[in-house]
């Protein structure tokens, strides 16, 4: 008798310890909130603090923007009243916990480029470096021709040759990704920025310093 009570027992207190260990759905911890990454968009061309920029249709700011997002595409527009606003490139990946830039130019509806055969179109915008990406075309193409003009007026250099101050009219260079380095401003700043010459054509870049 005694030892059938005592296997009893025990067995209760094995059911009750058991019946403590198993984890109870409802106290399951919930997920945490996803980890973010931050998309830039960097203004530049005219009048950079009106520009209007547009993540996925949604407006999320005037002039430079950036925000948190979840990981995933997300493309980036932009507008200002009179202008032809394009981001290079439109299209980003946001990666969560970093950080993925694209440049948002601005310019006139009047301003494009005007090849010999009266063509007009949009110039490729002047971009803020960030590889070292930028060549030349290759030996033996013609060379292209430049007009350049900044606000306020600066110092343009190509390498240690100094191509004057701005505007600079019909500037012949050689074909292909031009940096360029740009002098100017009250206190005296530098900035170094790409444009693209084309071969026997006739371009014209306009941006703010």
Do not use: N
Not at 131 to 158: H, N, Q, R, S, Y
């Amino acid at each position: 008798m005694v030892r059938a009570i005592l296997t009893l027992v025990l067995a209760t207190m094995a059911l009750a310890a058991c019946t403590r260990a198993a984890p109870d759905p409802a106290d399951a911890a919930e997920p945490g909130p996803p980890i973010l990454g931050r998309v830039i968009a960097q203004v530049t061309g005219t009048s950079t603090a009106q520009v209007v920029v547009y993540f996925d249709g949604e407006e999320v700011g005037t002039g430079t923007s950036q925000q948190r997002r979840p990981a995933g595409p997300v493309r980036v527009t932009a507008s200002l009243l009179a202008h032809e606003c394009w981001a290079t490139p439109e299209q980003l990946d946001v990666v969560a916990a970093d950080t993925v830039r694209t440049v948002v130019t601005c310019m006139p509806d009047d301003f494009a480029i005007h090849d010999d055969a009266g063509t007009k179109r949009r110039p490729p915008p002047p971009q803020m470096v960030y590889k070292g990406d930028c060549a030349l075309d290759p030996e033996g193409t013609p060379e292209g021709m430049v007009t350049i003009d900044t606000d306020p007026f600066t110092e343009i250099f190509w390498g240690a040759k100094r191509l004057g101050e701005t505007p600079l009219s019909r500037v012949k260079l050689p074909a292909g990704c031009i940096e360029l380095l740009v002098r100017g401003g009250d206190p005296v700043r530098e900035r170094t920025i790409r444009i693209r010459v084309e071969p026997s054509k006739k371009m014209r870049y306009r941006f703010e310093f």
